[in-house]
Every structure is written in structure tokens, then in C-alpha cells.
């Protein structure tokens, strides 16, 4: 229908402006839409769910792994797991090997969201600065409702992340010292104007890294740097530099590399 009047067509652009401007102010859902919510892994082993998420009523995803090993009341081993930029919540679940070694070790896995698929889990500045506080209180939350309602051993908690994923585990790790066991970082991207020492906080936390030489997207020499600065503040740190790999397919589509993240997790398990 084609407004004619001058009038009308006037008042519908200021009451379009106004809901805009409405939805800006209540917070964060100007920046949601229905593609942060999809899943991509239709493995019958993964478990998709969701949750209300209380200061915006909004139903979030996240997706679990249990083992076959595992038993109520028996603490057992959880792994919660950062997806990268872009990705869907249970987008970690379709790497190659990883359920698999979950099985084999008796490790739960759990993969959250963080709010959006861009959000950073806190680690960087976004658009709408409640983005990055909710992106990063999800985390805490899906964790929480993994320890309601399963046997997680507070003493093998772990958290990894890769890419954006690995911003948010330091994130994370450092804004709650002493809460994760270990952490693992593949191909991690911090923002480039922040310093290692903000790993003091978890200097007693032993760390994996893993980087490949021939990544476009997080240069090699930031994570040497930042593997520097865990030498220098004597923190318990594995670091495995990959000749010739590339961002993604080097963790992601390789078994092999999957295999030392979680053979690291199930060594640093043991009493």
C-alpha cells in the first residue's frame, strides 16, 4: 500500500525511528537475530538445549556432550568449550576426534553460545556494550547449569577456546582466577593492545597453546608473544608451534592436533 499522504508517510518514519531508538535503549537485542541461535552438528551424541536468559528473557542455546562413562554422583571431568567468530554454539562438536576423545578420557562437554555468535565473551569491546557482558555472563551461566545438574568435579574444571574462543578463555579464565583447573588455546585472538601480563591472575593455571605458522588470521608472532610473557611470569605452559598450518583446518579437521588438546586435559586431570 502506497502512502500518499505527506502527513502519514511523515509520522510512520518517526514512529519507525522511535522503535528503533527503543530497541537501542533496552539493550542488547537490537544486535540478536535468528542466526545466532542455529546449530549446524546433528551427531546423536550432542545434546542441544537452552535456557532462559534472565536480564533479557531471552531463551539461549548450548549444546552437551556426556560420556557413556559417566555416572550421577561419581564427579567427573567438564570441558567447556568457545567457538570462534561467526560460529555456531555447537560448532567445537563437529571437530574431528573431539567427542571421541571425550568418550575415550570420560570427559563432559559443554559448548556455549556467548549471548551471540560475535560477541567476544567480554574479551573485546562490541557495538552495544551490554553485548560483551552478556556474551560473557552466559558462559557463567551455562556452567552453572552443568554444575546443577551433573557430578562436575570442581577440581577438573576446564575451559578452551579456539580464535575468538581462545580471546574468551583468557577472558574468562582471568576474571575468575583459581575457578578453571587448566586452559587450552588454539590459534587464540586477544586484542592486539592488550598485554600478557594480564595472565598473572592465572599464572598457577597450566596452559596449552597451539598455533600454526601459516595463519592469516592471528599471526604467529602475537602468539609468541604471548607465550613469551607466560615464560616470564613462570607460568606452567605447553606451547606447540605447527610449521605450515593454517587457522582453522589445523584443529579443526585434524584429529592428531585434537588428540593433544585433550590428551593435555586428561594429563593434568590425574591426582
Given at each position: 500500500?502506497?502512502?500518499?499522504?505527506?502527513?502519514?508517510?511523515?509520522?510512520?518514519?518517526?514512529a519507525l525511528?522511535l522503535?528503533t531508538l527503543?530497541g537501542?535503549?533496552?539493550?542488547?537485542?537490537?544486535?540478536?537475530?535468528?542466526?545466532?541461535?542455529?546449530s549446524?552438528i546433528t551427531d546423536?551424541?550432542?545434546q542441544?538445549?537452552?535456557?532462559?536468559?534472565?536480564?533479557?528473557?531471552e531463551?539461549l542455546p548450548?549444546?552437551?556432550f556426556v560420556?557413556?562413562?559417566?555416572r550421577?554422583?561419581?564427579?567427573?571431568?567438564l570441558l567447556?568449550?568457545?567457538?570462534?567468530?561467526?560460529r555456531?554454539?555447537d560448532?567445537?562438536?563437529g571437530?574431528q576426534?573431539?567427542?571421541?576423545?571425550a568418550?575415550e578420557?570420560?570427559?563432559?562437554?559443554?559448548t556455549?553460545?556467548?549471548y551471540i555468535?560475535?560477541?567476544w565473551?567480554?574479551s573485546?569491546p562490541t557495538?552495544?556494550?551490554?553485548?560483551a557482558?552478556y556474551s560473557?555472563?552466559?558462559v557463567m551461566n551455562v556452567i552453572a547449569?552443568?554444575?546443577?545438574?551433573?557430578s562436575v568435579d570442581p577440581?577438573?574444571l576446564?575451559?578452551?577456546?579456539?580464535?575468538?574462543?581462545?580471546?574468551?578463555t583468557?577472558q574468562?579464565?582471568?576474571n575468575?582466577?583459581?575457578?578453571?583447573?587448566?586452559?587450552?588455546?588454539a590459534?587464540p585472538?586477544?586484542?592486539?593492545?592488550l598485554?600478557?601480563?594480564?595472565l598473572q591472575?592465572?599464572?598457577?593455571?597450566?596452559?596449552?597453546?597451539?598455533?600454526?605458522?601459516?595463519?592469516?588470521?592471528?599471526?604467529?608472532?602475537?602468539?609468541?608473544s604471548?607465550?613469551a610473557?607466560?615464560?616470564?611470569?613462570?607460568?606452567?605452559?605447553?606451547y606447540?608451534?605447527l610449521?605450515g598450518?593454517?587457522?582453522t583446518?589445523?584443529i579443526?579437521?585434524?584429529?592428531?592436533?585434537?588428540?593433544?588438546?585433550m590428551?593435555?586435559?586428561?594429563?593434568v586431570?590425574?591426582?
Amino acid at each position: 500500500m502506497t502512502l500518499r499522504n505527506p502527513w502519514n508517510t511523515f509520522m510512520l518514519s518517526v514512529a519507525l525511528a522511535l522503535t528503533t531508538l527503543s530497541g537501542l535503549a533496552s539493550g542488547a537485542h537490537a544486535q540478536r537475530d535468528s542466526t545466532d541461535d542455529e546449530s549446524l552438528i546433528t551427531d546423536p551424541r550432542v545434546q542441544h538445549r537452552s535456557y532462559v536468559f534472565a536480564p533479557t528473557g531471552e531463551t539461549l542455546p548450548y549444546a552437551v556432550f556426556v560420556p557413556s562413562s559417566y555416572r550421577a554422583g561419581t564427579p567427573a571431568p567438564l570441558l567447556v568449550s568457545l567457538h570462534g567468530l561467526g560460529r555456531t554454539y555447537d560448532w567445537l562438536m563437529g571437530y574431528q576426534g573431539f567427542l571421541d576423545y571425550a568418550e575415550e578420557y570420560g570427559f563432559v562437554v559443554v559448548t556455549p553460545l556467548g549471548y551471540i555468535r560475535r560477541g567476544w565473551y567480554g574479551s573485546r569491546p562490541t557495538e552495544i556494550a551490554q553485548i560483551a557482558e552478556y556474551s560473557e555472563q552466559d558462559v557463567m551461566n551455562v556452567i552453572a547449569l552443568m554444575q546443577d545438574e551433573f557430578s562436575v568435579d570442581p577440581a577438573r574444571l576446564f575451559l578452551w577456546g579456539h580464535s575468538m574462543g581462545g580471546a574468551g578463555t583468557y577472558q574468562l579464565a582471568v576474571n575468575n582466577p583459581g575457578m578453571f583447573a587448566a586452559l587450552a588455546v588454539a590459534a587464540p585472538a586477544p586484542r592486539t593492545d592488550l598485554s600478557p601480563n594480564v595472565l598473572q591472575a592465572v599464572r598457577d593455571t597450566p596452559i596449552l597453546v597451539i598455533q600454526g605458522t601459516a595463519d592469516e588470521l592471528v599471526p604467529v608472532e602475537l602468539t609468541r608473544s604471548w607465550v613469551a610473557g607466560m615464560r616470564s611470569l613462570g607460568m606452567q605452559h605447553v606451547y606447540i608451534e605447527l610449521e605450515g598450518a593454517d587457522h582453522t583446518d589445523f584443529i579443526a579437521s585434524n584429529r592428531d592436533n585434537m588428540r593433544k588438546v585433550m590428551s593435555f586435559f586428561d594429563i593434568v586431570s590425574k591426582p
